[in-house]
């Protein structure tokens, strides 16, 4: 029976994680966007909330029932609100646990899992985009090839988040290059692996304040049982679509926020006479934006609760991610243009969600719910 | 819980409806568009034995089972109901089929929804009843006037009270099935005119005026761009004299935004907006469907999942028209469910409503421009569903009026602080 009412727990989820976001990261948003860097303090109390923690079940130290796509992006929205590159520092160790807890040979899972349930934050990395201009998750240029007890790793990445701060990194390469989505594997990859070189960390337009590292992979030889989900491998597409619902939930927030901006400024900033949002060319845009935004969010829940519900949402998640960005794109350029010259400034937040927005375009398997 | 799965019962209808419409609206589509006016009355006459209030259940008002249970006080948080959703999932199935056919489709219409939002119980019982009859009728609403459409606040038409009658004189123009409800069948149509012109907005009251009542007279019948199976009128109205109690909601002038009545008389678009949304969507869902059908035949593959700057540009666009289509969706049945569950739709319903109409009309014309010149060709039903689809951008308040109300709320500014 259709329902648009979030159960006890979600709204406790939600409630929690925005006030937390509200309290803790908004404030820091500039000032992390300035020098490039995350407040370790508000990476630490937010480790506390146990998003992950609240995922992985008891048996793998965590405290988590079952993890839930549909809370997932509650959490993940409200966390985008606060700031992008602090939603993603972290929420970056969810790649890795939630692909090993969702797909992990039981080995790995207790090797792993415990890592991700403990009191303090550890970073986890993700190494999935590459540096060209065409890149496309179905045909990765990155390789794995089986040498009788080993992978040997061949390629590059970019846009490898805490590449550097990360004892592991899952590592996505194409075992049968040509085959799409389903020649794709991950590799469950010690940074201080030989073969591996992180490079210098990388200076992008937007989410400055999150570490991001290209990586070279050059003979790099891993055990096979690195390979998630071990002889099998591993559903690569389903690992990406989750990805591609956090993404999605995480511009749905960052939006929302543009918006929220937006229409305080509109009603209080006078032009001849009366708030610009008394002007229709300001107003429009403003609806224009609220549409836009719910429309992604709940294209976003759409597709996380058909994942709750083990039903097919590939498709969907990837609809609502490539619609995300555009919406994000859209949203956060209008917050630009509605406040004129004071939004080109680096005094008000919109040039910075400007900036990130247009990443959503690129960011691939980030964060994970 | 969230939740996106119809219950049983909803999607038992929709799959029922959704095979009547392939199969009793589809094959005549194209004929009830060429032959402007004619109306298949056979058909019609079919619907109202089959669907009697059901149909008309999705158009605004609620079978007799519910209404009677709503009357005793109507608590405000009760068990869920579904009608609102499920009428937009049964609008969105026959709009599917064909919007102009569907729009002809006997019921009360936009006149009883407002009957039925802002009516006593006695003046629903008197004019609703006639719907669940064996032979078709229809209800209209006349609120447009050449020089006032979405300006409700320009209305001329006036009614002044003398005795025990009003007294009306006006012309409206773009009434919805004015022909089926007052020449074709026994029905009425809501008229809005003002009691007082100085008030403003407070002085405009809704009137039933009943079929074949002197002094009203249908004057045009409208040529259209599309949904030409629908007869859209214009009605002159000339000392027309109705019975007093044909007032909907209270006659008192006041400060409306503060009563009851004038509550009421806004929920009616609360519940409209969001299925003329669904409509959209129906036809829009049409357009898509063939066009994916046909690339299936043709064997053309759609990617989805890889990044779109290695889509080809047809992926790209009908990966749009879908996310769209099922956006406009998704709003639309938050609307109808936050109505359904008693919670202020007023935004929702216009967010829904503008995102629909000019997704849809996007989608459609689209969709034409894709398939080239057998979307261009009237051998074909593309066409017909980009003429068509253009309505749902316009009618029930525009895109643009749709954007100002969304903008209002969100402002938090008044219809004065944003014109």
Redesign the interface.
Known sequence: ???????DE?KMVQETVASFAADQIEPMMRESDETNSVPEDVIAKGWELGLLGGCIPEEYEGFGEEASA?TGVIAMEELGWGDLSIALHLMAPSVMALSVLDQGTEEQKKQLLPHFCGEEYKAASCALVEPF??????SLRTTAVRDGEEYVINGKKCLVPLAQESENMLVFAATSPGMG?SGVDAFIVPTATKGVAVGEREKNMGIKALATYPVVFQDCRVPAASRLGGDQGCDF?RL??RSRLALAALAVGMSRHALEHS?DY??QRVAFG??I??R?AI??M???M??EV???R??T??AA??CD?NMDF??EA???K??A?DMAMMVCDRGVQIMGGHGYVRDNPVELWFRNARGF?TF?GMAMV | ???????PRIKGTKNMIHMFAENALRPIARQYDENEHEKPTELLAMVQKVMGGGVAGAFGTESKEKKDKKEEGEPAKKK?R?TN?AGAVTIEEIFWGDAGIALSFPGPGLGGAAVQASGTPEQKEKFLARFSGEKPVWGAMAITEPEAGSDTANIKTTAVLDGDEWVLNGEKIFVTSGKSALEDSEGFVVVWATVDRKAGRAGIKPFVVEHGTPGMEITKVEDKLGIRCSDTVSISFMDCRIPKENILGSPEVVDKTKTEGFKKVMATFDATRPLVAAMAIGVGTAALDFLKETLAEEGVEL????????MTALERDI?QM??DL???R??T??AV??LD?GLRNDL?AS?AK??AGLAVTRITQKAVELMGPLGYSRELLLEKWMRDSKINDIFEGTG?I???V???R????SRE???
Do not use: H
């Not at chain 1, 201009?133 to 179905?138: D, E, L, Q, V």
């Not at chain 2, 990617?303 to 290695?310: K, V």
């Not at chain 2, 969100?410 to 500014?413: A, N, P, S, T, Y």
């Open positions: 029976m259709v329902s648009f009412e979030l159960s979600q549909l201009y065409n890149f496309c998750a179905s989505f597409l990406l679509s229409r509109a009603t009366e708030p949002g008394s229709q107003a429009f403003i609806a224009e609220a549409i719910d429309a992604t709940l294209l829940w759409e609760w058909r519900k590939y498709k990837a609809l609502a490539n619609y960005a375009a691939e | 819980m969230i939740d996106f799965e119809l219950s869920p579904e959703l990617r989805y999942g890889i990044n779109p700057c290695r990966m879908e996310a099922k956006a406009a998704l709003l049945w938050r469910w936050m569950n929702q967010m503008a995102k643009q749709q954007l100002l969304t903008a209002r969100i402002l938090g500014f602080q944003l014109k």
